[in-house]
């Protein structure tokens, strides 16, 4: 079965600091990786997601998150975090054709302090 | 971009009472609909997946005869919570993936169920 594990479940961080939140996953075969963001009181966004190819993925709003499949990793990184940056970030991961349900970790909330 | 609309956002009822949520694509259709549960600072669980003019597939430990899921068409999905209890409080969010291949999951803004 899949699973996936997000180490840090709250991280606070000053305005302009970089940011890296870990995810690692658990599952037997390909697989396609996701991080999704909820800002207060939205809905889940999709920020970025991995299919294949390029180990290093590129999403909106400048976040990218490297592939590292010799470690089961998948991290969200930003150089420079922004206020607007407080939500909860959540790493997803389904099978390689995509015809299964996301699996979520339980999620990080990011706090951007003035 | 691809929209799910969830309906109703907020549901307060007394116990003993079934609760019908919707799902709705706006802008695409979903041969796969798939309905989670989040409690508070824990994940999103997975409820059931729902596939249009078949019977849902349930999550170990979800009771089918108490979550009744109903994909009756390529854009609606409906959970009804039967005879809802002060314990199936939560806040249930489902998600659309549009046909075809790798299509990516989108999620409705939720609805927080609160029985008293």
């Known amino acids: 079965a899949q699973s996936v594990s997000q180490h840090n479940h709250h991280v606070i961080l000053s305005e302009a600091a970089s940011l890296e939140l870990g995810c690692n996953y658990s599952?037997?075969?390909?697989?396609?990786l996701f991080w999704y963001v909820q800002y207060p009181g939205q809905h889940l966004q999709l920020l970025l997601k991995y299919f294949s190819g390029d180990p290093l993925v590129k999403g909106i709003k400048g976040f990218e998150a490297e592939f590292i499949k010799s470690k089961f990793s998948f991290n969200l990184r930003k150089p420079s975090v922004q206020w607007s940056d407080t939500a909860e970030y959540f790493c997803a991961v389904n099978n390689w054709a995509g015809n299964t349900p996301l699996v979520f970790g339980k999620g990080t909330r990011l706090s951007v302090i003035a | 971009g691809a929209v799910v609309s969830q309906h109703p956002s907020r549901v307060i009822c007394k116990s003993g009472t079934s609760v019908k949520i919707e799902c709705r694509s706006l802008?695409?259709?979903?041969?796969?609909m798939f309905w989670y549960r989040q409690f508070p600072k824990q994940s999103l669980m997975l409820m059931a997946t729902?596939?249009?003019?078949?019977?849902?597939?349930?999550e170990q430990g979800v009771e089918k005869d108490k979550f009744l899921i109903n994909h009756a068409s390529l854009t609606l999905s409906t959970l009804t919570v039967t005879s809802a209890h002060p314990e199936d409080s939560s806040f249930y969010i489902c998600?659309?993936?549009?046909?075809?291949?790798?299509?990516?999951?989108?999620f409705g803004d939720g609805t927080r169920l609160s029985i008293l």
């Open positions: 802008d695409f259709q979903a041969t796969t």
């Open positions: 729902s596939n249009e003019g078949s019977k849902a597939t349930y």
């Open positions: 599952y037997g075969g390909t697989v396609n």
């Open positions: 998600s659309a993936r549009p046909s075809g291949y790798n299509q990516p999951q989108h």
